[in-house]
């Protein structure tokens, strides 16, 4: 691993050593109060090597100045942040992940004050958490420690010179957890399928009980009794077997019907007997992306003691082929008691989800259920790993999730479901068929999932497209980007709490 970054807060004064970091607007100035500490000869540098280096102050952009004569510093780090425009919906973790971009491996000080923006407390925290993402890497199975992705360059230190430390402090300890989540289901969706299968998985839950989240494991005896011939189904080719896990947040009133989300969690997914084709298939061991965002979710939320009650349930298996895999033909029976034809045994996500989301419907009677599920390549072909897609049955929940995904910029794009959809997935010979075929695959499949949702509220959020080998940007270097740990920490908190 990356030495993890250190996050620091001083007040103004002495520069500490290593880099300056300061910010500029388009205009290329230095806010005055900087501008004074730092003396005419710094500013009139800025501007010179603007010209040099073409460097027009942009949001994000970062120009380094190296051995600046008039200051003590290594370097001299000159941060854009734009002009007026890019001030309504500044994104200050983007913002951090390009400044955390430059100074890898490094000392910096940070003078906050910055031209046309608050460097409220949030707003640093928000740009802390930016850098410790595009810090991230996952190296655990390099033997070579130096291999250009920070590794063995030692730790990065930021300092915020900022008016009150400890103002600042206290908002930056609450948004640690947030790191913490996502950085767990980045290494969950990263790490490679034989260590985790789903028990090993399980195991990785349990740790939440460390920060007060209740965990219980379901195993196959369990949920044979409880009738989940779906998800079984899709386990038996499997020399491992599936686990279900669910946690429970209580940060909430006492009594108050939880929230909840239900994530998708094959450990990988080869299609079984409908097997995929080779190229590409080692991505598969992502196709747990779902069940690793509600993992990371529930870190969040339990480190920041959400003020919510929030339910987190996700579906372990491993779909393989195998002398005991299930067939095209075969039909199945779920806890609904619904049956289902397979015509596709690589249809296998929408199974596993249809028995956890009955489940909880059943046992929680939640106010909500948001599922995640790398579920479609249907939902890459319309959307790619721009939005994940988005599917609800009910629009102030969808609301709130595009509100949401605007926030954060983990976006979500609303997609159909109806009664036309439903319609493709009945069949000749059970209540419903696993496939409709490659028309609007993303919304029958979402359609599939309705059937299991018994009229509470629901949304569907299609991850294939941004669980993992995103683009890269300034907070994600590697392939899991623990999207949606934010999305939905942000629902709940603009949402369900108090
Ligand atoms: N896990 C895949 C979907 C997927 C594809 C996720 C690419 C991430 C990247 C899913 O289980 C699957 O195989 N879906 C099939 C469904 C089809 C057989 C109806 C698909 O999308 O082709
Ligand atoms: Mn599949
Ligand atoms: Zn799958």
């Not at 094959?266 to 598969?284: H, R």
């Not at 929940?397 to 997609?415: I, Y």
Request: proline share 4%.
């Amino acid at each position: 691993m990356a030495e993890p970054l250190k996050v620091d807060f001083q007040a103004p004064g002495a520069l500490g050593g290593g880099d300056c970091v300061v910010f500029v607007g388009d205009d290329l100035k230095l806010v005055p109060a900087v501008a004074k500490q730092l003396g005419p000869k710094v500013a009139d540098l800025i501007v010179r090597a603007a010209a040099a280096e073409q460097f027009k102050g942009k949001a994000r952009s970062v120009m380094a100045v190296a051995a600046p004569a008039s200051l003590a510093a290594d370097r001299l780090i000159v941060v854009g942040v734009g002009g007026e425009k890019d001030r309504a919906a500044f994104d200050w973790v983007q913002l951090g992940g390009a400044i955390a971009g430059k100074v890898t491996g490094r000392q910096a000080t940070i003078l906050a004050d910055m031209p046309g923006l608050q460097a409220t407390p949030d707003a640093l925290a928000d740009l802390a958490l930016g850098a410790r993402l595009r810090q991230y890497s996952f190296d655990r199975y390099k033997t070579k420690k130096d291999d250009g992705n920070g590794n063995g360059q030692g730790a990065t230190r930021l300092t915020f010179a900022v008016a009150d430390p400890a103002a600042a402090k206290r908002v930056q300890k609450a948004r640690d957890g947030m790191a913490a989540g996502i950085v767990m289901a980045r290494d969950l969706v990263n790490e490679p399928p034989n260590v985790l299968g789903p028990e090993e998985f399980a195991v990785r839950a349990e740790a939440l009980r460390k920060s007060g989240v209740e965990v219980e494991i379901l195993d196959e005896r369990a949920m044979r009794k409880l009738g989940m011939g779906a998800l079984l189904g899709v386990s038996q080719g499997s020399r491992r077997e599936a686990r279900i896990v669910i946690m429970r947040w209580n940060g909430g009133k006492a009594g108050q019907a939880p929230v909840a989300f239900v994530g998708k969690g094959v450990v990988f997914d080869s299609g079984g007997i409908s097997i995929k084709p080779g190229g590409g298939m080692e991505d598969m061991k992502g196709d747990m992306a779902g069940a690793a965002c509600v993992v990371g979710l529930m870190q969040a939320l339990a480190s920041r003691k959400a003020k919510a009650n929030v339910v987190g349930a996700i579906g372990l298996v491993e779909n393989m082929p195998d002398g005991n895999a299930q067939r095209p033909g075969d039909i199945v029976k779920s806890m609904s008691g619904q049956t289902i034809e397979i015509i596709n045994t690589d249809a296998e996500g929408r199974l596993v989800l249809a028995d956890v989301l009955w489940y909880v419907q059943d046992r929680f009677k939640p106010r909500f259920m948001v599922d995640l599920a790398t579920l479609t390549g249907a939902i890459l072909v319309a959307l790619g790993q721009e939005y994940a897609g988005l599917f609800s049955n009910d629009d102030e929940l969808a609301g709130r999730l595009s509100a949401a995904g605007e926030a954060t910029g983990e976006k979500v794009w609303r997609m159909p479901v109806g009664p036309g959809f439903d319609k493709m997935i009945d069949s000749k010979f059970a209540d419903m068929k696993n496939s409709a075929g490659r028309h609007a695959g993303s919304s029958t499949a979402a359609a599939f999932l309705q059937r299991f949702v018994n009229d509470v509220p629901w949304a569907h959020l299609d991850i294939a497209g941004t669980g993992f080998g995103s683009p890269q940007s300034e907070i994600n270097r590697g392939w899991a980007s623990g999207w949606g740990v934010r999305l939905l920490d942000r629902l709940v908190r603009d949402n369900y709490e108090g």
